[in-house]
């Protein structure tokens, strides 16, 4: 059966070659070498200072959280909307996640009860760009400034996103990308940590060698406790490659979503994410919301997807709803849109045919509903 894959890594002769001659020659007095090319090849595409590699962007944002001073009693608001990545080393450092609503066109938290939000005990904020639909930056970071309260981007999802001549995840105290399987770069897993702010990256270079300052001259003498999320060097082989197509992974991101845009343009009752003017979506998601009135749920557009087998997957549920964390009943929009949408296929190698067939399911489904 042809199945229409959600993501899949573009992978080409270039990484394989790269990754091969890192399982070569990748050790001993080379065993950074990939690693140190990558960060220098991140930092200079996103405009940042210093960027450390990690094994994850749960890593990254766990020791960036750290570094900031996270702990027990602190609060940290984000959007309700999300992947528990973003949530889980808030959890581990002892503080305590708030969930605001989201916005109902960007499906990003919504500043006004970011605002709302704020406590004596609130430590961070954390700005989620959403499958690459771009925060509200200008208004995140002057309530920041306002309180004195650091907003750290999860750019994880956002990769290629610009807002307003600057790039996700460089706008924020520190920001983190994800670099696992199904995002637009990928390394296999891996995440990295970015900042421009000198003593921050300082501490998290510490935290990331096991509590090891660089300046420390004796041998196997951490001076605190750290943490281990690095990336390995055949991973950064890989990373190399990919930064090397990193205009090309991202145009082609923006190709696949245009041509699903232009296919529902004239529905009303169909949203896709949105570009406001003087941004750029980088496309990682293409996902569709449907109007209450079309009479489309996710449990429709599932079964249908299934049938014909594409690989389509859910919007993510409110986090507020998961038994772990308290529930929220007045996140209108994080309980209300997941209920009528879905991400659909976007994988680099995805063929215009394939996207006929996803576009044609979803119009017979709204011809059907509205009958
Ligand atoms: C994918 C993702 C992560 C997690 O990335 P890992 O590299 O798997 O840790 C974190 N936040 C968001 C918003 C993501 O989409």
């Known amino acids: 059966m ?8 573009s992978i080409t002769e270039l990484e394989v070659s790269y990754a091969t001659d890192a399982a ?33 962007c749960t890593g990254a944002l766990h020791m960036g959280m750290a ?37 109902p066109d960007s499906w990003c938290l919504d500043p006004d009860l970011v605002e709302a939000a704020i406590t004596p005990k609130t430590k961070a904020i954390v700005a989620v760009h959403l ?12 309530i920041g400034n306002k309180n004195g309260i650091p907003v750290i981007e999860d750019a994880a999802e956002a990769i290629g996103s610009v807002y307003h001549g600057k790039r996700a995840g460089s706008m924020g105290r520190f920001g983190t990308f994800s670099f ?45 406790v750290g943490f281990k999320y690095k990336m390995s060097n055949i991973q950064a082989a890989i990373g190399c490659a990919q930064m090397e197509r990193i205009d090309e992974l991202v145009s082609r991101k923006r190709e696949i979503f ?16 949105p570009e406001p003017a003087g941004t750029v979506n980088g496309a990682w998601m293409p996902t569709v919301v ?65 996207q006929e067939s996803v576009i044609g399911v979803i119009l017979t489904l709204i011809k059907l509903k509205s009958r």
């Open 131 to 142: 499958y690459g639909n771009l925060c509200e930056m200008d208004r995140l970071l002057a």
């Open 258 to 273: 245009g041509y699903y845009r232009d296919a529902f343009e004239s529905l009303a009752v169909v949203k896709i994410n």
């Open 290 to 354: 449907f109007a209450e009135r079309s009479g489309v749920t996710r449990e429709l557009l599932q079964d249908i997807f299934a049938a014909e087998h594409i690989d389509a997957r859910v919007f993510f549920y409110p986090l507020s709803l998961l038994p772990m964390f308290e529930d929220q009943p007045n996140n209108k929009y994080s309980r209300d849109i997941p209920c009528r949408a879905m991400n659909l296929p976007s994988y680099h190698e995805i063929t215009r045919q394939q």
């Open 24 to 56: 070569r020659n990748g050790w001993g007095e080379n065993c950074y070498g990939y690693i140190n090319r990558f960060e220098e090849a991140f930092k200079s595409h996103l405009g940042v200072k210093y960027a450390i590699a990690t094994s994850s």
């Open 180 to 224: 696992h399987g199904t995002k637009t770069l990928t390394t296999g897993e891996g995440g990295m940590f970015v900042t421009s702010d000198t003593d921050l990256y300082e501490k998290v270079l510490t935290l990331s060698n096991h509590g090891r300052a660089r300046n420390q001259t004796k041998q196997f003498w951490p001076d605190m």
């Open 67 to 103: 570094a900031l001073g996270i702990g027990p009693g602190d609060e940290v608001i984000m959007a309700d909307t999300n992947w528990i990545a973003t949530t889980s080393p808030i959890v581990h450092l002892g503080a305590t996640p708030v969930f605001v609503d989201i916005l």
């Open 2 to 9: 042809n199945r229409i894959y959600y993501t899949k890594p």
